[in-house]
Nanobody, 117 residues
Framework: QVQLVESGGGLVQAGGSLRLSCAAS????????MGWFRQAPGKEREFVAAISWSGGKTYYADSVKGRFTISRDNAKNTVYLQMNSLQPEDTAIYYC??????????WGQGTQVTVSA
């Protein structure tokens, strides 16, 4: 129900870093778990990371553990994804989403991340 806008994507060389941002428009009055997903060409969307707005709990896909860090700034209604040691297999459109009671119910339009070898 809220508008989510991702930014920070781009082209980076293998081994480089990018920081993605996901900002929610307007005011938010409730706390939600936020997640990052990605979808590569010809592949299904996959989970990347999630963070609880209350409690600071984080979760990561095995493929990104130790390389990616999800964080939040509730005052700005913004979630970040710091991506280090990027590899070509990380190339995808990255989406942020808000998790409701039963599922992720709000999605951004995505931001392209391209990693060259």
């Amino acid at each position: 129900q809220v508008q989510l806008v991702e930014s920070g994507g781009g082209l980076v060389q293998a081994g480089g870093s990018l920081r993605l941002s996901c900002a929610a428009s307007g005011r938010t009055f409730s706390s939600y778990t936020m997640g990052w997903f990605r979808q590569a060409p010809g592949k299904e969307r996959e989970f990347v990371a999630a963070i609880s707005w209350s409690g600071g709990k984080t979760y990561y896909a095995d493929s990104v553990k130790g390389r990616f860090t999800i964080s939040r700034d509730n005052a700005k209604n913004t979630v970040y994804l710091q991506m280090n040691s990027l590899q070509p297999e990380d190339t995808a459109i990255y989406y942020c989403a808000r998790r409701g009671t039963y599922n992720y119910d709000s999605w951004g339009q995505g931001t392209q991340v391209t990693v060259s070898a």
